[in-house]
C-alpha cells in the first residue's frame, strides 16, 4: 500500500482489507488501519482505550488544546458550549434562512456568466461565510477568515509530516485570538458564552478548530456532491424531477466519498482488535471511507443511489465523544447550495477539466467546472 493509492483510488484496496484483515498494520501510516464498519464504530466510541490526547495530534500542535484534541472530562470542558450552539435542538430553525439567502445570493451573483468554478465559486465562500457568520466574529472579513483558516491547514499538514509550523501560522493565531477577544468582549454569541467554562486562549483554540472543520469539510463535501450528481445523468434528473431528493443527496454524498478520509485515534494500553494486536501508543486510523462502503451495511457500496434508504447510516460525521458539533451546518451548506444552483442554472453540466474527489485526508474535486444555459 502507498500512499499515493490511497489519495488517489483506494476503494478496492479497502474493500480487500475490510473483507480479509479488517485491522491491519500499515507501515506507510506507520500505524493500524481499521476498514470494517463495526469496528471503526466500536474505536470511535472507546475514548478510553483509543484517545485523541497525544503530543503527536498535529492539530493540538498548531492551535493549542481544543475540544478536536482532548479526551475525558476536559474534552467535555472544551466541547459543550459549541455542542450547545451548534446541536441544540434549534440550530437547524436558527441557520437555514441564513444559510439559503447567503446561497442564494453567491448563485444569483454568478448566474450571468454562465460558467462556475464549484468549488472556489460557490462551495468555498459558501463555507466561510457560514462558519464567520455562526461564530459572529468581529473585524473579521471572509477573505481574511478565509487567510487564517488557509495558513493553519497549512501548518496541519507540514506538522503531520514532521516540518514545522511556520511564522505565517502563528501569526494566524494570534490574529484569530484578537478577533476571538474582540467577539468576547461584544458580549454576545457562543464565543461570549463560552468565557463560562473557556479561558481566552482555550477559545481561541477551538474558534480555530471550528474554522478548519466549518471550511474544509463543509467546502469538500458541497464541492463533492456537486461531482457525484453531475457525473450521473440519471441521479441528477431524478434530483430535478424531486426536489425532496435533495437531502438524501447529500447523505449519499457524504457516505461514498467523505470529506475528512480517517480519524486518527492513540492506543491508551495493549489491546487486541479482531486479531490486530495493537500496542500502547500505537497509530490507530479509522477509515471512514472503508466504514461508508461496507457491503454489510449498504448493498452495492460504490453506487451513488440518491434513493438509498439508509444513507444516513454513514459515519462521515464519526460517532462517539468526538462526533462533529457542525452537522447541521454542514447538511444545510450542502443541500441549500445545491438547490439555489438547481433554481438558477438550466441545464447544469460539468465542463472539461473537473477532477475527481482525491487526498489522503481531506478529500475533494480539486477543479470542478460547470456551466449552465
Not at 466519498?257 to 479482531?274: F, G, M, Q
Request: proline share 6%; glycine share 8%.
Amino acid at each position: 500500500m502507498t500512499l499515493e493509492q490511497l489519495e488517489g483510488d483506494p476503494y478496492a484496496m479497502l474493500a480487500t482489507l475490510r473483507e480479509r484483515e479488517p485491522v491491519s498494520w500499515v507501515p506507510v501510516l506507520d500505524g493500524w488501519l481499521v476498514t470494517r464498519r463495526d469496528l471503526c464504530i466500536a474505536v470511535m466510541r472507546d475514548a478510553a482505550t483509543f484517545t485523541v490526547d497525544d503530543p503527536r495530534f498535529s492539530t493540538g500542535q498548531v492551535v493549542g488544546p481544543s475540544m478536536l484534541s482532548l479526551d475525558g472530562d476536559t474534552h467535555r470542558r472544551h466541547r459543550d458550549p459549541f455542542a450547545r450552539a451548534f446541536l441544540g435542538p434549534d440550530a437547524r430553525a436558527r441557520f437555514t434562512e441564513r444559510v439559503d439567502a447567503e446561497a442564494r445570493r453567491l448563485v444569483a451573483s454568478l448566474t450571468p456568466l454562465g460558467t462556475a468554478e464549484i468549488r472556489h465559486d460557490l462551495a468555498g465562500p459558501l463555507a466561510v461565510a457560514v462558519v464567520a457568520d455562526a461564530l459572529e466574529l468581529v473585524d473579521a472579513e471572509p477573505r481574511d477568515v478565509l487567510g487564517w483558516y488557509a495558513e493553519i491547514v497549512a501548518a496541519v499538514d507540514r506538522v503531520s509530516v514532521g516540518g514545522e509550523i511556520g511564522p505565517a501560522a502563528r501569526e494566524a493565531v494570534e490574529v484569530l485570538g484578537d478577533r476571538v477577544q474582540r467577539t468576547v468582549d461584544g458580549g454576545q454569541g457562543v464565543l461570549a458564552s463560552a468565557t463560562a467554562t473557556l479561558s481566552p486562549r482555550e477559545i481561541a483554540s477551538n474558534a480555530a478548530v471550528m474554522l478548519f472543520g466549518g471550511i474544509e469539510t463543509s467546502e469538500g463535501m458541497t464541492t463533492t456532491l456537486f461531482w457525484h450528481l453531475l457525473s450521473s445523468a440519471a441521479q441528477l434528473e431524478a434530483v430535478r424531477a424531486d426536489r425532496t431528493l435533495i437531502a438524501n443527496a447529500v447523505e449519499e454524498s457524504l457516505r461514498l466519498e467523505p470529506a475528512a478520509s480517517r480519524v486518527d485515534r492513540y492506543a491508551t494500553a495493549d489491546v487486541d482488535l479482531a486479531g490486530g494486536r495493537i500496542r500502547r501508543g500505537d497509530l490507530v486510523v479509522v477509515s471512514l471511507t472503508a466504514a461508508n462502503r461496507d457491503p454489510a451495511a449498504f448493498p452495492d457500496p460504490d453506487t451513488f443511489d440518491v434513493t438509498r434508504a439508509n444513507a444516513r447510516s454513514h459515519l462521515t460525521f464519526a460517532q462517539g465523544p468526538h462526533a462533529c458539533v457542525g452537522v447541521h451546518l454542514a447538511r444545510l451548506e450542502a443541500g441549500s447550495a445545491l438547490g439555489a444552483a438547481l433554481a438558477a442554472w438550466p441545464d447544469l453540466r460539468m465542463a472539461p477539466g473537473a477532477t475527481p474527489p482525491a487526498g489522503l485526508i481531506f478529500r475533494k474535486p480539486r477543479s470542478l467546472p460547470v456551466r449552465w444555459g
